[in-house]
Antibody, heavy 121, light 110 residues
């Protein structure tokens, strides 16, 4: 069974750096083609794709946020970490991580339960 | 990249059929057959219900079907049920290993 679970601070102050962790089980991020993505959803708003990291450490970012995002992985710990620099109240959202199971898969399944992050002073 | 365009809300009665549209551009929906759809119930994580325009994951009801024409993808739900009441999001590959979501459609079952 594949599971993913996000964790991170519930509250972050503006201008700080946000660090989110995705802990997963049931697959390996060292398997060819496997990737993990981050997606966020502000309260009452739409989903937004943020970043992707592949088994070979190739990384891809949303063009609108790429200067503020860093995605890394720890294969041994089964973790993917997303950092977002210089946060703003507009970054308040539920952040999800999800599995991209193969190179040719252009969908995300399954998703974690999400973690709500509020940016406020 | 701009978000794909979906109707903000739709409604239907039990047993009816509805279709949710998802309009993109010549940079995403029009040139890639990589549209997926997600169902999200309140307070829950999104769930994949259609991928690659029209494919259904194992376990997803065949009442859900996807299609695409030019720059517009569509999700149809037949035999509407109370449990179909949820938010629905389309997502398209946008090239260079990036993806773009739609603005979401709130489906109400009357």
């Amino acid at each position: 069974q594949i599971t993913l679970k996000e964790s991170g601070p519930a509250l972050v102050k503006p201008t700080q750096t946000l660090t989110l962790t995705c802990n997963f089980s049931g697959f390996s991020l060292s398997s060819t083609g496997v990737g993990v993505v981050w997606i966020r959803q502000p309260p009452g708003q739409a989903l937004e794709w943020l970043a992707l990291i592949y088994w070979n450490d190739h990384k891809f970012y949303s063009p609108s946020l790429k200067t503020r995002l860093t995605i890394t992985k720890d294969t041994l710990k089964n973790q993917v970490v997303l950092t977002m620099a210089n946060v703003d109240p507009l970054d308040t959202a539920t952040y999800y991580c999800a599995l991209k199971e193969a190179n040719h898969h252009n969908w995300f399944d399954p998703w974690g339960q999400g973690t709500l992050v509020t940016v406020s002073s | 990249q701009s978000a794909l365009t979906q109707p903000a809300s739709l409604s239907g009665s039990p047993g009816q059929s509805i279709t949710i549209s998802c309009t993109g551009t010549s940079s995403d929906v029009a040139i890639f057959d990589y549209v997926s759809w997600y169902q999200q119930h309140p307070g829950k994580a999104p769930k994949l219900i259609v991928y690659d325009v029209r494919q259904r994951p194992s376990g997803v009801s065949d009442r859900f079907s996807g299609s695409k024409s030019a720059n517009t993808a569509s999700l149809s739900i037949s035999g509407l049920r109370a449990e179909d009441e949820a938010d629905y999001y389309c997502c398209s590959y946008a090239g260079r290993s990036t993806w773009v979501f739609g603005g979401g459609t709130k489906l109400t079952v009357l």
